[in-house]
Structures are given as structure tokens and as C-alpha cells.
């Protein structure tokens, strides 16, 4: 079974500071992980995913993260916080033994200016 | 290509009617997830269809139901719908929803009970 947590269901950052958003994933065979981002009464959006190709990821909007197996973790982070970053996001963890995303329960970034 | 598309956007309905909510995946897509998003429960996997079938469910009870069309469509119903069901309802597509594949998420139905 495959699980998600994120700790910290909301994280304040201030503008240009540090964004650091945790997650750590549960997997018995080999995951690949997501990164989604949610803003104000819109779907999810794709940011960043972890296919086996590289540990360190490189998504939209100057996101990355980074693939840690003895960790467990896929934290998400960028260097520069921007008011324009304030929304919701969700890891997510699937395999390719089965067909089904499990989501973390999401972190809510606030920027402050 | 056109993105994930669900239809209505809104939806108002009181306790006990039925609702059925409509999503069209992108353009090739043969996968049709569904999730529920509160705000106490955050997001949780409703059904998956792939090729007309049900191919996985979530802990929902049977009034929750759904069904994929030739064209990979999908529609969601809810029957004898309850003030918990207030919620919006995001649907995902992709090609086989198998590994590394993205899903891709449509703007979402949010429906209000009353």
C-alpha cells in the first residue's frame, strides 16, 4: 500500500524567503511521486513529478524537489518566495504496479509580504 | 489539445434529490479518475474508469456511482444526496493512469447541498 503525509497543513513564508513544503511517502515497491498545486477555486496543477530519472526534480514556477529513498521524502522547495506562490499543495504517490494516486492532505502556503 | 472540461461548475440541490456531474477528458485519454475535495477530509479518490470499466473505488458509499462512456467521457451521480456531500468534485484524465503518467485535473463542480 502507498501512503502520503505532509506535515504542516499550513506553512507562512515571507516574500522572497525560503518556501520549504514536506512530504513523506509510504511505498513498498518503488514510487513515483507529484507535486500538484491548487490556487482559489481551480483543479490541480501539475508542478514537478519524480520518475526514477534524476533525484533532483526541476518543476514550474522555479519549484524543485528533491528524492530522498533513505528519507522517504520528496520535499518541495524554492530559493524565493513570491506573493503569486500562495495556494494549496498536494504530494501525491503512485507505482507502476497499480493505477490509483494517493494525495497527501495538502499544505496551504501563505507568502506574506 | 483541450484540457480536462466538467460541466456544471455550480450546482445548488437540496437534501434527498440526485445529482450527475459530467467530465470530458483530454483528447486520447482512456482514464477517468474522480475525487472529492472538503475541507475537513481534503482530497479522496472516489472511482477510477479506464476503457468503460470501473477499474478502482474509494472507501464511498453506494450512492456515489459512475460510468464511462465509448468516448472516455465520464459522468459521476449521487442519489439521495446529504449536506456532507457539499464538496467539489475533481475529475483527472489520463491515457492509462499507469506509473509515471501525469493526471491531469479538470477545473472542478462545486456542489452545495442545502
Known sequence: ?113 | KAGVTQTPRYLIKTRGQQVTLSCSPISGHRSVSWYQQTPGQGLQFLFEYFSETQRNKGNFPGRFSGRQFSNSRSEMNVSTLELGDSALYLCASSLENRGQETQYFGPGTRLLVL
Open chain 1, 1 to 113: 500500500a502507498q501512503s502520503v503525509t505532509q506535515l504542516g497543513s499550513h506553512v507562512s513564508v515571507s516574500e522572497g524567503a525560503l518556501v520549504l513544503l514536506r512530504c513523506n511517502y509510504s511505498s513498498s515497491v518503488p514510487p513515483y511521486l507529484f507535486w500538484y498545486v491548487q490556487y482559489p477555486n481551480q483543479g490541480l496543477q501539475l508542478l514537478l513529478k519524480y520518475t526514477s530519472a534524476a533525484t533532483l526534480v526541476k518543476g514550474i514556477n522555479g519549484f524543485e524537489a528533491e528524492f530522498k529513498k533513505s528519507e522517504t521524502s520528496f520535499h518541495l522547495t524554492k530559493p524565493s518566495a513570491h506573493m503569486s506562490d500562495a495556494a494549496e499543495y498536494f504530494c501525491a504517490v503512485t507505482t507502476n504496479t497499480g493505477n490509483q494516486f494517493y494525495f497527501g492532505t495538502g499544505t496551504s502556503l501563505t507568502v506574506i509580504p
